[in-house]
């Protein structure tokens, strides 16, 4: 099978020089990659092929912690793809959340400061481009899912422009009447954090403070 990433230059001009067994299970992935090509924006693999481990080594990494799905688009983003974009529709959708929750977890876990940046601004172009009359969720799952998404962005140590999001929402908090569905789900989703996000917790009380 071939990859999207893997028609980057870099394939055609140099030979991989590090293997990465991505998942587990049936699910386990091995691939292999360019070291010029992980290292510089990702502290993770910088450390891992560069301070005398196994991994140094041997040029074998091991990553049983993350997804093949999210590991992917890491890899598009490093080997210079756009990033992964839904349209504004599917943005809280049911597969989308969970496309979100791996990549989330493979940039967090790989710590690339550069993707998290990058992702931050594409979520403030989609919140920000929403027209100001319309809801973007209408039902009570895509509320959750809204909040759900929002919290792991902070949770990665990405925090929206403040303006954006108290904009979206005043958008989820004042739809049409049979349109308040969504901003139950996204307020139930909140309360029932155990331990939220500090910032992300901050600018939920300024986006209801600015409601008022």
């Known amino acids: 099978m071939t990859y999207k990433y893997e028609s980057s230059p870099y394939y055609c001009y140099t030979n991989p020089n590090v293997v990465l ?6 699910e386990k992935t091995t691939v292999e990659v360019h070291e010029s090509v992980l ?7 910088r ?12 040029r074998k990494i091991e990553l049983p912690d993350i997804t093949w799905e999210g590991m992917e688009e890491v890899l598009n983003w490093l080997y210079r793809e756009e990033i992964w974009r839904p349209t504004i529709q599917d943005l809280f959708s049911e597969n989308t959340t969970s496309r979100f929750l791996a990549i989330f977890t493979a940039i967090d876990f790989l710590q690339i400061p550069a993707l998290k940046q990058d992702y931050q601004d594409m979520f403030e172009k989609l919140l920000d481009g929403q027209n ?10 895509e509320g959750r ?10 949770d990665m ?5 403040e303006n954006v999001f108290a904009s979206t929402v005043k958008r989820l908090r004042n739809p049409r009447p049979r349109d308040r569905h969504g901003f139950l789900g996204f307020r139930n989703f909140i309360n ?7 910032d992300f917790l901050h600018d939920v009380c300024r986006a209801y403070g600015a409601c008022l």
């Open 157 to 161: 140590g990405v925090r929206i422009n």
């Open 47 to 58: 450390a891992a092929l560069n301070i005398g481990l196994k991994e140094t080594h041997e």
């Open 39 to 45: 290292a510089p924006p990702s502290d993770f693999f």
């Open 132 to 141: 100001e009359y319309s809801c973007m969720v209408t039902k009570t799952e």
């Open 21 to 26: 067994i991505v998942g587990t299970g049936e």
């Open 145 to 154: 899912r809204a909040a759900f998404t929002l919290h792991e962005l902070y």
């Open 192 to 198: 029932d954090l155990e331990s939220p996000d500090p």
